[in-house]
């Protein structure tokens, strides 16, 4: 495998919210000396991480995704997108990611249809730089779905004694038509730089 991660510029780790990602106790760089024994206690944390974002990492990352079971995937993936970011590497550490899963894929129709390391660690990091953006973007329409007295169950052992399903599945469309409609007809300047240059691996 061939190393990936070689960016030695760091980014200022972006915010979300009020809070940094560097929040995160694993993405804090060590404390000195004159904090005390405790504060030596994160040291290790801060070796791991250089350790984990090497320019030669890429095998190792691939070693530690193997052997997570599954229940620890997520976490596993969070905490790792938290990494990467805090190094300014996240998008090389995704770029690896999706590479690694194209290059293992069989049929194409499957791909990023799993539920694996790959889907969470994506996942992970479009729900962190880009709930802002889904919130300007799409609550308007979600408003109005909740607010509707539409009715939008399509499986018939569902539908209400007063309700069609045909009349449900076209409301239904008609919603999908509207969520599509808000993201495509959206200025891609809007979309966050981060989720733009996602798309642009995967289509590459």
Do not use: W
Not at 142 to 167: H, I, Q, R, W
Not at 175 to 202: D, H, Q, W
Request: net charge negative.
């Amino acid at each position: 495998v061939q190393p990936v991660f070689t960016k030695t510029t760091q980014r200022q780790p972006m915010r979300r919210g009020s809070s940094q990602i560097d929040d995160n106790p694993l993405a804090q760089s060590a404390p000195s000396e004159s904090e005390g024994e405790e504060g030596n206690e994160l040291l290790p944390f801060d070796e791991l991480i250089n350790l984990l974002t090497a320019p030669s990492s890429a095998p190792l990352i691939d070693m530690i995704i193997l052997s997570a079971d599954k229940k620890d995937e997520k976490c596993l993936a969070q905490q790792l997108v938290h990494v990467f970011e805090s190094k300014g590497k996240v998008m090389e550490f995704l770029e690896h990611l999706v590479m690694r899963s194209v290059g293992g894929c069989v049929a194409a129709a499957t791909l990023f249809r799993g539920n694996g390391v790959t889907e969470k660690a994506l996942t992970s990091y479009c729900y962190m730089v880009g709930r802002d953006y889904v919130g300007k973007s799409l609550k308007p329409v979600f408003l109005s779905v909740m607010n509707s007295t539409c009715g939008y169950e399509v499986d018939p052992s569902k539908v209400g004694p007063k309700e069609d399903v045909e009349a449900n599945a076209m409301n239904l469309l008609s919603v999908c038509e509207m969520f599509m409609a808000k993201i495509t007809l959206s200025k891609s300047s809007n979309v966050p730089y981060g989720i733009r240059t996602i798309c642009r691996i995967i289509s590459n």
